[in-house]
């Protein structure tokens, strides 16, 4: 007897010990350095589908899809900025360096964000002035490596992000390798072409949640208090880290769960540290609440949005938006079944490609290489973002309606029901057919 | 002083006792681009304020009689910032051009990221001075503290005095000259000789900075090993 890929029926293949561990292990043995890749967490963890939502019926009415409004409009940066960010829907396209991507890549998320009136943000690396020009809203990211920091940027932009941790990373720094410091990457950056290129791990001129209130309140000053100032945390203690950041003046905190995407780090890092994005949006809602800042300090989520089921039920645990990343580059070509034989050749399968951090994309999005990058049309990748933000926007529309809902926002925790213990424990809604929610006492 | 009095010498003064901090940063940024308005400003009372004349654009001189907080000057662009007193963490942090320059000393990250411009501490430094510094030019007229110049890329830092632990640590392509002792080296830094060209600049910088009682000649060069900027399994002790 045989299974479908010849192999006799007495052959066990262990669970501890199966193909992937073997290969990596051989791979550490052969190199000698551990394994840095792009994508976010693969392995399984509770998330969002784990959760149902409560469709109406008798007890509650729906809105009649098509025909009654839904609106999708939010509001970021309310507290203490003169211009706060105005977004039609509320998805937003997470920060990706210019470095980690290429120039069209970038560009591309400009205009797709921009063609259905959402913002997107810079990276590890800098603004560049495609990507400024083709995004009528920009988030300007305040990293700790601070490349190509530059204050007629920081005026230039529509928010500004504190970057404090990212969900792939939680307490990591970056890495780009030196395959992707191009000539201009180099410059951005102020650093010899070719290097591997670390980042900090921690700001250079800040330590702690009360220096951290100084450093805002010097951005403040700086941009004239007008930029709404954005806190982005990787998911780890997300409680406390909500409420520091709240406490140290942030108008939004952006909440990156584990399987947020990254350009290059560790896999060990990427699948062991941190806690999944479903946990940290109640973790979130919870510590908002409790200061009384729930919607006055709007909170952006991100870490593994796909679909508009994704997005309604992270609206619903409380999230004001969500952010995307690896759905993004996915939805301009990435990992694309029509590069087959590209993929073949470097060693991986269209789907399995997380190389991001190589720069031979054959995609042309996570490269520095000018042919790479050629085959990549910003402009169709750009409709692309925006179809996929539309097609997003409806699904979540859609769900909020059949809960009755004539704004996303209005979804709530009580539309929302688990499929398991651990998603019930986790986003703190009761067990389908039950009112069991563990590690709570029971209000009913 | 008066705003008559004032006028007559051509300075501006600004009483933060009296007027708010939001209120002088925004009357500076209103001189960006060339705009009409004073030059020369003097800024009293600043009491250990944050954030004071931050994120300034403008060809204009901010003299400040007291210490300051956080921050100050950050982000400096073309404008000429005296501070006649102490200064705290961050001092022109991100600094990308003019001067900025303390009478007394600076705490933590001096100079932090700067791109471009001089900033000159004639007391001492602390920790972190010049961290992850990107084409500024320092100038400590005393000693540093330990792990400064940490990640320093581009720019030069001149410690006429002594430098705590781990100096220049994961350093890049800056480079730092220190006339005193340095208590260790960080990773991948390393003394390298003191050549003409050397000299040439770092008296050019001492003379930019206006210290005039100290040789080129005393100082010691230390810069990158380069041995850390590609991965390499033989360094995994350094990671």
Known sequence: MADGNGRPWNLRESYLFDRPVIAEIQRAAREGIYDIRGFGAKRKVPHFDDLLLLGASVSRYPLEGYRERCDTDV???????????????????????????????????????????????????????????????????????????????????????????????????????????????????????????????????????????????????????????????????????????????????????????????????????????????????????????????????????????????????GADAVSIGTAALVAMGDNSPEYEREYAKIGSAAGYYDDWQAGRDPVGISTQDDELAARFDPKLGGRRIANYLRVLTLETQTLARACGKSHVLNLEPEDLVALTIEAAAMARVPLAGTDWIPGTTNPL | MTAGAAEATAVEVVDLATTPLRELNQRLHDLAGGAEGPRRWRVVNPNGAHAVACGLDAEVEVEIEGHVGYYCAGMNQHATVRVHGNAGPGLAENIMSGRVIVDGSASQYAGATGRGGLVVVNGDASSRCGISMKGVDIVVRGSVGHMSAFMAQRGRLVVCGDAGDALGDSLYEARLYVRGAVASLGADCVEKPLRDEHAAELADLLAQAGVEDVRPGEFRRYGSARRLYTFKVDNAAAY
């Open chain 1, 75 to 317: 509001v970021l940066g309310t507290r203490h900025a003169k211009k706060p960010l105005h977004l039609k829907i509320p998805i937003t396209i997470a920060g990706m360096s210019f470095g980690a991507l290429s120039a069209p890549a970038k560009e591309a998320l400009g205009r797709g964000a921009t063609e259905v009136g959402t913002s997107t943000t810079t990276g590890d690396g800098g603004m560049t002035p495609e990507e400024r020009e083709h995004s009528a809203l920009l988030v300007y990211q305040l990293l700790p490596s601070r490349y190509g920091m530059n204050p007629d940027d920081l005026r230039k932009a529509d928010a500004i992000e504190v970057v404090v941790g990212q969900g792939a990373k939680p307490g990591g720094g970056g890495m780009l390798l030196g395959h992707k410091i191009s000539d201009r990457v180099a410059a951005m950056r102020d650093l010899p072409k070719g290097i591997d290129q670390r980042s900090a791990s921690r700001h250079p001129d800040w330590t702690g949640p009360d220096d951290l209130e100084i450093k805002i309140g010097e951005l403040r000053e700086i941009t004239d208090w007008q930029k709404p100032i954005f806190v982005k945390v990787g998911a780890t203690r997300t409680y406390y880290d909500v409420q520091l950041a709240v406490k140290a003046g942030a108008d939004v905190i952006v909440v990156d769960g584990m399987q947020g995407g990254t350009a290059a780090t560790q896999d060990v890092f990427i699948e062991h540290v941190g806690i999944p994005t479903l946990p940290a949006v109640r973790l979130a809602v919870d510590a908002l609440t409790e200061l009384d800042m729930h919607r006055k300090v709007q909170l952006v989520v991100s870490g593994g949005i796909r679909t508009g089921a994704d997005v309604a039920k992270a609206l619903a645990l």
